[in-house]
């Protein structure tokens, strides 16, 4: 397998452009902290909800290329969506990263890109960590940020 | 001299195209391990110590002469030493939970190095965190090696024990355990020699410098996974508390009470390994025709040829002593994570392990949070590890173009 089917284009741009966003804190803010512990991916994620609506997110976020342009995407995807949404996103990235049907891949947008990593087994918990911390975020509330 | 055609006597590569560098972790069998074992499972699969008749009898005496092969090999003064157990992890359990879990006292002291492997630190911590002792390291100097005038301020007259890795996983280079040795025998310390890179690299001479215990897992050194050692000196074995009791480890039991064999017999309970221990017995057969000498001396040709040729790249950090005595090589490429590199040199075709490879303290004290490991061992090629080098040469250019 040729390294360009793997990391592709998009993927390493939005890894390039990833920038650290100060975590949030006050009102409706809610964070949590997860890592990858055999490979050391480190996220700590923040999300703000206004209105029922994921109205900002920001994180540090240190790790691999895989992990930081899933970081990156997962954000531009989830911006301005309400929890339930959020929620059907995540598990739609699930079921592609696990090669299964998924009923509207556009929804997903550049999310997509990630579906090459399938090919690299291993490598699947660094696309899916981002996904799993808002999904926890969301819906286990672990910290309340303020 | 052991030159590339060693690798014939290993299937493996007849079957398999992967650049396989990942030895620290486990190692590839030789044909004659394999058959050993097929001969063994097809043939002798009695149970030991109990059944009475003939064949039986040949698998149990089988099983007791591995114990003194495994004596020998590592220069212990008796078989009686020689603990089976399922690996390294194992062992280091065995003593910290059957044995220091009754003699440490609060305000004693555990002292271990920032370079171990979580299975020779895990069961300290959690173990000096119950007793209310106190766990001290033991530090790297500036070449990343255990500075040893550090140690001696950390070990004093409070010291129980010392539990260092002869080799890390991770660093590689031999670490001074005769003189760290010395130190905790002077203030009446035991030390525990975690000796799984150790053991299977170069010739092991323990009545060199006469550890109190000493552990390593059959898996690193050709033999299956599931069996490892643990020596420990006679007096000191008497005092375990077996961790399991059961089947086997007893002489006689009544309805209240049970009176235990004697060591090692009495820390094996229930039906060991037997095939595991049968096949380590093969993998040391088959080291001892190579001559651990032998293989010391490719391991670190290998493992220096890595070195000098990774650290003459631009832009890729090796760490640890320049020196090598083995085969294990860390390092990382400047700016592009671990796991990428090692998921693109998978992508070539080459086995290597990218993490914290279990020793998270170490990549903390390297200021790091993960690194690349490559790990030879004596089948592999200086083909093989040049190939490593250009591909990690071209991995760096690969990410460098994106702007990483
Ligand atoms: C230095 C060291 N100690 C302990 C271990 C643990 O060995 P095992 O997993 O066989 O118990 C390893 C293996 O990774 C090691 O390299």
Redesign the pocket.
């Given at each position: 397998m040729d390294i360009n089917e793997i990391y592709q284009r998009t993927i390493m741009d939005y890894a390039v452009r990833l920038k650290n966003k100060p975590l949030l804190n006050g009102q409706d803010t809610y964070q949590i902290s997860l890592e990858n512990p055999t490979c050391g991916d480190k996220l700590i994620l923040s999300v703000q909800i206004k209105s029922g609506l994921v109205h900002v997110i920001a994180y540090q976020a240190d790790g691999c290329v895989i992990f930081k342009a899933a970081t990156a995407i997962m954000e531009k995807v989830c911006l301005k969506h309400s929890v339930t949404e959020i929620n059907h996103l995540e598990n739609q990235f699930s079921q592609m990263m696990m090669q299964q049907e998924i009923d509207n891949p556009k929804a997903l947008g550049d999310a997509i890109a990630l579906q090459a990593i399938v090919k690299l087994p291993v490598r699947i918990k660094c696309a899916m960590l981002p996904w799993k911390a808002m999904y926890q975020v969301l819906n286990e509330g672990e910290v309340d940020g303020r | 001299m052991l030159d590339d055609k060693i690798r014939n006597d290993f299937p493996f590569f007849k079957n398999n195209q992967l650049i396989y560098l990942d030895n620290?972790?486990t190692t590839q069998k030789p044909q004659i391990v394999i058959d050993r074992m097929a001969d063994d499972y097809t043939n002798h699969s009695f149970n030991v110590h109990r059944s009475n008749y003939m064949a039986a009898q040949r698998t149990t005496d089988a099983y007791e002469k591995v114990r003194t092969t495994v004596s020998d090999f590592i220069g212990s003064p008796s078989a009686k030493s020689i603990v089976f157990t399922?690996?390294?992890?194992?062992g280091?359990n065995i003593v910290a939970n059957g044995y220091f879990a009754h003699q440490l006292q609060p305000g004693d002291e555990i002292v271990v190095a920032i370079s171990?492997?979580h299975?020779?630190l895990l069961p300290w911590q959690r173990l000096t965190e119950k007793c209310d002792a106190h766990l001290r390291y033991i530090e790297l100097n500036e070449h990343g090696q255990l500075d040893v005038q550090q140690a001696q301020k950390v070990i004093n007259d409070h010291t129980k024990l010392v539990a260092v890795?002869a080799?890390?996983?991770v660093l590689g280079n031999l670490n001074p355990i005769e003189q760290l040795a010395k130190i905790a025998h002077q203030h009446n310390a035991e030390i525990l020699i975690?000796a799984?890179?150790w053991v299977p690299d170069m010739p092991v001479n323990i009545s060199a410098f006469n550890p109190d215990w000493l552990?390593f897992?059959g898996?690193?050194m050709l033999a299956p996974?599931g069996i490892?050692v643990l020596y420990g000196k006679p007096d000191l074995l008497e005092k375990i508390e077996p961790t399991a009791v059961g089947g086997d480890m007893v002489t006689s039991v009544d309805r209240n009470h049970f009176k235990a064999q004697p060591i090692p017999i009495r820390l094996e309970a229930g039906t060991p390994n037997v095939m595991g221990v049968l096949g380590l017995g093969a993998a040391l057969d088959y080291l001892n025709t190579l001559d651990m000498h032998m293989v010391q001396k490719r391991c670190q040709f290998l493992g220096q040829f890595m070195y000098d040729k990774l650290s003459a790249l631009d832009g890729v950090v090796v760490y640890g002593n320049p020196i090598r005595d083995t085969g294990i090589v860390t390092f990382n490429v400047e700016g592009v994570h671990a796991h990428d590199v090692a998921s693109a040199l998978d992508l070539r075709g080459i086995a290597v392990r990218a993490g914290y490879?279990?020793a998270e303290p170490l990549m903390q004290a390297l200021h790091t949070n993960a690194t690349v490991r490559a790990s030879a061992y004596f089948y592999n090629t200086q083909d093989e590890i040049s190939q490593l080098v250009k591909a990690v040469k071209a991995t760096k250019e690969f990410f460098t173009s994106y702007g990483h």
């Open positions: - | 620290a972790a399922k690996s390294t992890t194992d280091i171990e492997h299975s020779n890795a080799v890390s996983n975690d799984a890179q552990v897992s898996h690193k996974t490892g490879h279990c």
